[in-house]
T-cell receptor, first 114, second 113 residues
Framework: AQSVTQLGSHVSVSEGALVLLRCNYSSSVPPYLFWYVQYPNQGLQLLLKYTTGATLVKGINGFEAEFKKSETSFHLTKPSAHMSDAAEYFCAVTQPGSNYKLTFGKGTLLTVNP | KAGVTQTPRYLIKTRGQQVTLSCSPISGHRSVSWYQQTPGQGLQFLFEYFSETQRNKGNFPGRFSGRQFSNSRSEMNVSTLELGDSALYLC????????????FGSGTRLTVV
């Protein structure tokens, strides 16, 4: 079984401030982890993913995430928020092998204040 | 490379009707997955197809069905529509193995009245 918990349904930051969006997962086997972003009335865009190898993963738009197995976490960060980062962010998990489905967290709405 | 194309973008149907949504994956991708997104339940997995075979199915009633054609295009069908079926339906395309990731379309917004 697999599940994802995103702490904080709404995060508000000032432009230029650090962005930290939290994601904890549960998986019976070593997981593959993803962060997606969704802008209003659009689909999901992949920001970054962790499958194997380096635990610090860099993605698009200056975002990065670190896979911490001991903490079962995959938090998303960006050093300096931009107004264009305002969107909803989803963390997702899947299992290698025969699962073939993504399990998503409930999402975190990021607001960036000028 | 063209992205994932979902048609139509918007749809309004009446309770009791049926509806068919279409998804064309990225060229060369053989896996297509479908997800339902609602404010209350979030993103929920419906089913996944690979080379015309359903490999996994979510916990939805039998009114929800899908299929995949030999060119990898996929359709999902919802029969006997209920108000609660109003949602954004998202299609995701993949090369087939989960480590490749999934590319999503813009979705079809279904409203049941």
């Amino acid at each position: 079984a697999q599940s994802v918990t995103q702490l904080g349904s709404h995060v508000s930051v000032s432009e230029g401030a650090l962005v930290l969006l939290r994601c904890n997962y549960s998986s019976s086997v070593p997981p593959y982890l993803f962060w997606y972003v969704q802008y209003p009335n659009q689909g999901l865009q992949l920001l970054l993913k962790y499958t194997t190898g380096a635990t610090l993963v860099k993605g698009i738009n200056g975002f990065e995430a670190e896979f911490k197995k001991s903490e079962t976490s995959f938090h998303l960060t960006k050093p300096s928020a931009h107004m264009s980062d305002a969107a909803e962010y989803f963390c997702a998990v899947t299992q290698p092998g025969s699962n073939y489905k993504l399990t998503f967290g409930k999402g975190t709405l990021l607001t960036v204040n000028p | 490379k063209a992205g994932v194309t979902q048609t139509p973008r918007y749809l309004i149907k009446t309770r009791g009707q049926q509806v068919t949504l279409s998804c064309s994956p990225i060229s060369g991708h053989r896996s297509v997955s479908w997800y339902q997104q609602t404010p209350g339940q979030g993103l929920q997995f419906l089913f996944e197809y690979f080379s015309e075979t359903q490999r996994n199915k979510g916990n939805f009633p039998g009114r929800f069905s899908g299929r995949q054609f030999s060119n990898s295009r996929s359709e999902m069908n919802v029969s006997t529509l209920e108000l609660g079926d109003s949602a954004l339906y998202l299609c995701a395309s993949s090369e087939g193995a989960p480590n490749y990731g999934y590319t999503f379309g813009s979705g079809t917004r279904l409203t049941v009245v």
